[in-house]
């Protein structure tokens, strides 16, 4: 390529000349060799001979999955006794962790007083998934994902979730302004335990 010279052509349409200037020789090799490539990867995975950016995606999230479900089943989450729940529901400390969880999390679909909102009210008789304190307990850790409540065994600690559970076991009966209408069966509340002195 040195030696060759810019010259001009034959053509010309009214008076203007053409120049044979053409590419260096190293840019016309990387253009062959993008359009080998790109025939080749058409062929590859065009055609599904080769794994695809979103397969492999699909593979890596299924292995994360089975680890997060292997971690789960090594660390079930251990339900407290229904004795210590109700213990718990007349503890100063687990009361006041429990409502301090439940204004930042619960209060946005139960409400800050739980009359409910978007959820149910949680201070009547009334439960659509069990108003005892285990199943209460149960329903926090599990969630309803069908009706749009996470759940938050995984992301609370254990102390937490207890902590939670006791509060509202201990709002029973509150009768909030704004209540929401009773859903659901009524319940028979479990007695609490009398405070310590």
């Not at 253009?31 to 062929?43: C, K, S, V």
């Not at 590859?44 to 999230?61: H, M, P």
């Not at 009547?124 to 926090?140: L, S």
């Not at 749009?148 to 201990?170: C, D, H, N, Q």
Request: charged residues 20%; contains cysteine.
């Amino acid at each position: 390529m040195a030696e060759f010279k810019d010259k001009l052509l034959d053509h010309d349409s009214d008076g203007i000349r053409e120049y044979d200037n053409p590419f260096p020789e190293w840019f016309m090799w990387l253009l062959y060799g993008t359009i080998i490539f790109a025939i080749f990867y058409i062929f590859y995975y065009g055609f599904n001979y080769g794994s695809s950016i979103q397969s492999g995606y699909q593979a890596e999230l299924l292995t994360d999955y089975k680890a997060i479900q292997d971690y789960y089943v090594a660390n079930p989450v251990v339900p407290p006794t229904t004795s210590e729940l109700l213990a718990a529901a007349v503890d100063e400390k687990a009361l006041a962790l429990g409502k301090d969880q439940f204004i930042k999390t619960c209060a946005a679909c139960h409400g800050d007083q739980a009359q409910g909102l978007i959820g149910p009210n949680l201070t009547d008789p009334f439960w659509i998934h069990g108003g005892e304190v285990a199943q209460i307990w149960t329903t926090i850790t599990k969630g309803v994902p069908a009706k749009g409540m996470p759940p938050w065994g995984r992301a609370f600690k254990p102390e937490v979730i207890t902590g939670l559970a006791a509060y509202v076991r201990s709002i029973q009966g509150t009768n909030p302004p704004n209540a929401r209408a009773p859903q659901g069966t009524p319940v028979t509340m479990e007695k609490l335990p009398e405070k310590a002195p």
